[in-house]
């Protein structure tokens, strides 16, 4: 007990000496001590030691719980990033094929004592079900959502893509892409969401559209929308009732844009439509993956032969046409002797001999070995700008230039047609030349300079 509770202080002129002696005894900084504790510590903790073994393991259980949420989470995030399929066609415990997603829980459990011992005992929350699949897909969702909002809220202007398309399911569904500019300067295209649709005409389109917009951008912040890009399918761009009216009738500054890389899949396809002879090559060119991929006899000799797939062709891109273009005339000798060894081996059924020597006379006509040439010089000009135009960081003045230099490149491929060569190192003959007739031959190249300007319509 300290003397000054019992007897007091007479003598004031030490009194300061006195403090300090009696700030460095033990009753002192225990008491000291106990008031800076008062009501901070847990008494029951203190008393029950039962329970602070009880609190103990319910942290021990819950840090390992969060271990092996955060390895799931990490198995769905790989399937995620590589577009894998999370669900196999057998799940079962006894399965030997159960998919990608069990199969990396069960890679990480042989490397994880922790996560296996989880698998092993556990019996309310295993946290591999399709219901915990499914819930971890909507969380990472939603995480991602509210980033790209929280970035668009930032964001000074704020351009939408979208188009319809049809899942495997036949389900009718549009694809929302928003494009912006971060506070990094940096260009940002981040796909939003599939809103899922009853149909595609322009009024469903519209309204779904419009619905998603007024989350992304609440009241006062219209003006942020500046554009608004779609293809060119008359329900999207109809001038009157299209997409594009309906969403800028509210959206006053959401100018349209014609998709660029797809206006110049239609100005090839316009450019060479124009063209019989073009149409008919481009016909025959898809005829010969399709001869192959009607008989696994017919590609074992291709395999031998070749050893290269004939790529198959599109009407509506137009870089599979390229492809067949190149490999065709990339292994133009071999596949022309394929076609020989079929015909004449006498293997085959007379139809598939047939169509093999008509595809032998096919290949050694000037005309069709012209155009494969032709299109063998213009195919990676406009390869090159179908990829540059799917960038997300173009402009106006870039893709101006784009157009130029692809315009000089057609050009001068337009300026060597008269005296080009059509296969190997012969020219074409004057007489097919003529056959061809000169405007037939630069129509090509006066298609697609002429079409330049379609990008800024």
Partial sequence: MCPWTVMGVHDMKHLSERIKKHECTKAHMTNTF????????????????????????HNEEVDTNRHVLSKIIDCVKFCGGFDLALRGHDETDTSDNPGVFLGLVNLLASLDSVLEDHLNTATVFKGTSKTVQNELLDCMLSVCKDYIL?????????????????????HCQLVLV??????????????????????ANADTVATALMERLGTILPDGQQ?????????????MRGAKGGVQRKVKDVYSSAHYIHCYAHQLNLIMQQA???????????????????????????????????????????????????????????????ILRCFQTIRDSGDFDPITVREAGGFVRMMEDEVFCFFLT???????????????????????????GLIKRF??????IRDSIPSGESSGSQQ????????????????????????RNVFYD
């Fill in 34 to 57: 106990k008031l800076a504790m008062l009501g901070k510590a847990n008494i029951a903790a203190q008393l029950d030691q039962g329970y602070k073994m009880s609190v103990k393991k």
């Fill in 150 to 170: 929280e970035e668009v809220k930032n964001a000074s202007y704020l351009a939408i893509q979208a188009d319809e398309t049809t899942d495997i399911s036949t």
């Fill in 178 to 199: 928003l494009r912006y500019i971060d506070p990094h300067n940096n260009v940002q295209e981040r796909f939003f969401e599939f809103i899922p649709l009853q149909n």
């Fill in 223 to 235: 003006g942020k929308l500046i554009a608004q890009a779609y293809d060119g399918a008359a329900v």
């Fill in 272 to 334: 060479t439509s124009h063209i019989p002879k073009i149409r008919t090559f481009f016909s025959d060119l898809g005829g010969f993956a399709a001869f192959f991929s009607r008989s696994f006899k017919r590609t074992a000799i291709l395999d031998q032969v070749v050893a290269h797939r004939l790529p198959g062709t599109s009407t509506t891109r137009w870089n599979f046409h390229s492809r067949a273009v190149n490999t065709v005339y990339e292994h133009k000798e071999n």
């Fill in 374 to 400: 032709l299109f063998h010089k213009i195919m990676p000009h406009v390869d090159m700008l179908f990829s540059q135009l799917q960038k997300r960081n173009i402009d106006s003045v870039y893709i101006t």
């Fill in 407 to 412: 315009t000089s490149s057609i050009q001068t």
């Fill in 428 to 451: 074409l003959p004057t007489k097919k030349r003529r056959g061809l007739g000169h405007e037939e031959q630069q129509l090509l190249a006066r298609e697609v300079s002429s079409n």
